[in-house]
């Protein structure tokens, strides 16, 4: 590679990306109390503040990369602006008690809320300046990759790890082979449905739809599945648990390995009992752990496929398809699981949590605004919904089997 390819390809929107989270995550370990907080609620003087803050820093944050890229900054704050209203109400919504008990978080009512903008109102052309959803997407991965921690996940349990592994890749290879082999569905959607079910929910998707540079309405078809999917699982799992007369750590390794959203696994948890919610959270934990793993892994294959499975790529080729903010997403990790003490590492990453949940909320509202009901509602999406709910059964009854031989006997 020649120093002006290197140069060029560093100027690339790719790196642009990992260079904007790495900034955003050496921000937050000087400045930790100068990072802009998402409010949770517009009740003081102060949250309406810290929502101007975080407004004023995602949009000098979008108009300095949009520059680097050379793109145009026209109309893009008032874009900017509206987007970001609309991923604030999701937020302040989210945080309604009864939303919060059902574990509806703000990536749901961020879609939901885009998509009746552009469905019943319709979006004009100076809104789509500021439409950017993969852009967001990416850089809250790479924030997300500064909450796990590995020696913090491994000291709180090895088991938990044990059974994620073992989970996760079973229950992975099961959930593709039966989407496409038996539902025929396309291999983009296949694969997020696949990390979605076995890996972590929500954030599995996300990083699956960036690595394989997927298509973003399929990832919000998929969302809503898992969303819709956490709510009654919530509450049918901890009665099922006492039916069968499970102990709180089986119970527990159950509840963390099946149900796909953070939330909704500690709330289920706490039904069932204090110990049980504790295990149900270091099993969620873990298999958060092994969402940098599967990316990267998934990222390579994919990578080396391209778009035409039979060609042989040189490893050149390879890397230049690799998405490189999973090596941004990677790289957080390790840093934090490295370099840092434990609760130093966990008290920043409170703050990059938030900081890339605002990310995903605001790449959420763009992808509700670049779709159209029909396409979430058509006849093509019901067999990734009989896959899922296929996928999520076997997952179901596989992680008891390995929850109860790990923490039932083993233990």
């Given at each position: 590679?020649?120093?002006?390819?290197?140069?060029?390809?560093?100027?690339?929107?790719?790196?642009?990306?990992?260079?904007?989270?790495?900034?955003?995550?050496?921000?937050?370990?000087?400045?930790?109390?100068?990072?802009?907080?998402?409010?949770?609620?517009?009740?003081?003087?102060?949250?309406?503040?810290?929502?101007?803050?975080?407004?004023?820093?995602?949009?000098?944050?979008?108009?300095?990369?949009?520059?680097?890229?050379?793109?145009?900054?026209?109309?893009?704050?008032?874009?900017?602006?509206?987007?970001?209203?609309?991923?604030?109400?999701?937020?302040?919504?989210?945080?309604?008690?009864?939303?919060?008990?059902?574990?509806?978080e703000p990536?749901?009512?961020?879609?939901?809320?885009?998509?009746?903008?552009?469905?019943?109102?319709?979006?004009?052309?100076?809104?789509?300046?500021?439409?950017?959803?993969?852009?967001?997407?990416?850089?809250?991965?790479?924030?997300?990759?500064?909450?796990?921690?590995?020696?913090?996940?491994?000291?709180?349990?090895?088991?938990?790890?044990?059974?994620?592994?073992?989970?996760?890749?079973?229950?992975?290879?099961?959930?593709?082979?039966?989407?496409?082999?038996?539902?025929?569905?396309?291999?983009e959607m296949?694969?997020?449905?696949?990390?979605?079910?076995?890996?972590?929910?929500?954030?599995?998707?996300?990083?699956?739809?960036?690595?394989?540079?997927?298509?973003?309405?399929?990832?919000?078809?998929?969302?809503?599945?898992?969303?819709?999917?956490?709510?009654?699982?919530?509450?049918?799992?901890?009665?099922?648990?006492?039916?069968?007369?499970?102990?709180?750590?089986?119970?527990?390794?159950?509840?963390?390995?099946?149900?796909?959203?953070?939330?909704?696994?500690?709330?289920?948890?706490?039904?069932?009992?204090?110990?049980?919610?504790?295990?149900?959270?270091?099993?969620?934990?873990?298999?958060?752990?092994l969402l940098?793993?599967?990316?990267?892994?998934?990222?390579?294959?994919?990578?080396?496929?391209?778009?035409?499975?039979?060609?042989?790529?040189?490893?050149?080729?390879?890397?230049?398809?690799?998405?490189?903010?999973?090596?941004?997403?990677?790289?957080?990790?390790?840093?934090?699981?490295?370099?840092?003490?434990?609760?130093?590492?966990?008290?920043?990453?409170?703050?990059?949590?938030?900081?890339?949940?605002?990310?995903?909320?605001?790449?959420?509202?763009?992808?509700?605004?670049?779709?159209?009901?029909?396409?979430?509602?058509?006849?093509?999406?019901?067999?990734?919904?009989?896959?899922?709910?296929?996928?999520?059964?076997?997952?179901?009854?596989?992680?008891?089997?390995?929850?109860?031989?790990?923490?039932?006997?083993?233990?």
């Amino acid at each position: 590679m020649t120093k002006n390819s290197f140069i060029k390809q560093l100027q690339s929107e790719d790196w642009v990306i990992v260079f904007a989270g790495l900034a955003i995550l050496l921000l937050a370990i000087v400045f930790p109390q100068a990072m802009p907080v998402m409010p949770k609620h517009l009740t003081s003087i102060d949250s309406v503040m810290n929502a101007a803050y975080m407004f004023m820093f995602l949009t000098v944050l979008t108009f300095i990369t949009s520059i680097s890229l050379k793109r145009s900054v026209k109309a893009i704050v008032a874009s900017m602006l509206v987007i970001f209203i609309v991923a604030l109400v999701a937020q302040l919504v989210a945080n309604i008690p009864i939303c919060k008990k059902y574990g509806l978080e703000p990536v749901f009512f961020s879609v939901i809320f885009g998509l009746v903008i552009n469905n019943v109102f319709g979006i004009p052309d100076w809104l789509k300046r500021g439409i950017q959803s993969e852009f967001y997407i990416k850089i809250g991965i790479i924030a997300l990759g500064s909450t796990i921690i590995f020696s913090e996940v491994l000291k709180a349990g090895m088991f938990g790890f044990i059974q994620s592994l073992i989970v996760v890749v079973v229950v992975w290879y099961f959930a593709f082979w039966i989407s496409r082999k038996v539902f025929k569905v396309d291999a983009e959607m296949s694969t997020m449905l696949a990390s979605a079910v076995s890996i972590c929910g929500v954030s599995a998707a996300i990083a699956t739809c960036g690595a394989i540079k997927g298509d973003n309405k399929k990832l919000s078809y998929v969302i809503s599945l898992v969303l819709v999917t956490a709510i009654p699982m919530m509450y049918i799992m901890p009665w099922l648990a006492n039916l069968m007369g499970l102990s709180q750590e089986v119970g527990g390794a159950w509840m963390g390995g099946t149900i796909d959203t953070t939330g909704a696994v500690a709330a289920s948890g706490t039904l069932l009992g204090e110990e049980a919610a504790q295990i149900a959270i270091i099993v969620k934990s873990s298999q958060n752990v092994l969402l940098g793993i599967a990316a990267f892994a998934i990222s390579l294959v994919w990578s080396f496929k391209g778009t035409n499975g039979a060609e042989r790529p040189t490893l050149a080729t390879i890397w230049e398809r690799f998405p490189k903010f999973v090596v941004g997403f990677i790289l957080a990790s390790l840093i934090f699981s490295v370099f840092f003490p434990i609760e130093e590492a966990k008290s920043i990453g409170k703050i990059t949590k938030g900081f890339s949940t605002t990310l995903f909320s605001i790449a959420f509202v763009c992808i509700g605004l670049e779709t159209n009901f029909k396409d979430l509602f058509n006849q093509e999406n019901r067999a990734p919904l009989k896959a899922f709910m296929t996928a999520q059964l076997f997952n179901v009854f596989v992680t008891l089997i390995v929850a109860y031989l790990i923490f039932g006997l083993l233990l």
